[in-house]
């Protein structure tokens, strides 16, 4: 739950905004006082999630507010990108301060049998994906002479250590950090921080398809003991969408309840 309003004034621009860990990002960013841009493939899971900010969530506290809107955008297409950010500057006048990549897929398969279609369709979505938002954003920011900015990269913890069945979905993850990494060595000039976020295991319409007796495995080399939720990772994203890490930049955060830790 929000403690703080450190997001007030802040336009925040979230792809995968309609679902899973990118809905719960738009819903800590409204409530910490953003005005927030769910950007999403589906549509009408974006405006869901615009629906369900503007009309505040049972039990949360802080400013939901209105002023937010819904945008549809597929992330591995330059036009679509461009489009959603041409939009954005029309509605508010101004680029997203605050950018959260969360839009990703899996394809799982083994390595002996992944096809080439499945290794390039999650490449294009969660690394060319990342690529082209990160750029839109930094350009639109840098064109307005904007004095700062803080763009958020989902990775996940499988980046790092690798995962059965999860090649294409690894090496996407693994080069988000590097892109992540020097994004954030290019654009520090202009006030732009870049970071990574790490999520382990978290209870999201991506992992319910992983069967029980897997998940009951992983979660034995998870020392805090179960699956994280989504508001734990959001957590993390407004913190590093404020000016509470405003010394951080070219990182990446955990998020595992410990997996793999040492
Ligand atoms: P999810 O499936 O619940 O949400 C992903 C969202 O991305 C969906 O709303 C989907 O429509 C959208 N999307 C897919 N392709 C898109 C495209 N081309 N353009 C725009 N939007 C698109 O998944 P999630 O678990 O919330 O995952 C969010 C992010 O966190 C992903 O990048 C994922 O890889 C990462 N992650 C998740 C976990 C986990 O355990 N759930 C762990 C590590 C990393």
Redesign the pocket.
């Known amino acids: 739950m929000a403690s703080s309003s450190r997001l007030i004034s802040r336009l925040a621009l979230v792809?995968?905004g309609?679902?899973?860990?990118?809905q719960a990002v738009c819903q800590r960013f409204a409530s910490e006082g953003a005005t927030v841009v769910v950007a999403?493939?589906?549509q009408d899971?974006a405006e869901e999630t615009v629906d369900a900010l503007q009309r505040g969530q049972k039990g949360q506290r802080g400013q939901i507010g209105q002023g937010h809107m819904a945008g549809q955008?597929?992330?591995?297409s330059k036009d679509s990108v461009k489009k959603l950010i041409t939009q954005i500057q029309t509605r508010y006048f101004q680029p997203p301060s605050v950018c959260v990549n969360?839009?990703?897929?899996t394809q799982d398969n083994f390595l002996l049998s992944l096809e080439e279609e499945e290794f390039d369709k999650v490449i294009q979505?969660?690394l060319k994906?990342t690529f082209l938002v990160t750029q839109a954003v930094a350009q639109a920011l840098v064109a307005c002479g904007a004095s700062k900015g803080s763009i958020i990269n989902?990775g996940?913890i499988?980046g790092k250590v690798g995962n059965l069945g999860q090649a294409n979905y690894s090496a996407s993850k693994a080069g988000v950090e590097g892109l992540t990494r020097t994004a954030a060595k290019e654009l520090s000039k202009f006030g732009i921080r870049c970071n990574c976020v790490l999520?382990?295991?978290?209870t999201?319409?991506?992992?319910d398809s992983v069967p029980d007796k897997v998940i009951n495995k992983l979660l034995t080399l998870v020392p805090l003991g179960r699956m994280g939720e989504?508001a734990e990772v959001a957590d993390v994203c407004a913190f590093l969408a404020s000016d509470d890490s405003r010394y951080i930049t070219g990182t990446s955060i955990e998020v595992t309840g410990g997996l793999f830790i040492g």
Do not use: E, H, K, Y
């Open positions: 792809t995968g309609g679902s899973g860990i990118g999403d493939l589906n899971a955008v597929d992330v591995s969360a839009a990703g897929i979505v969660n994906g989902m996940s499988v999520p382990g295991f978290i999201t319409p991506m992992t989504p």
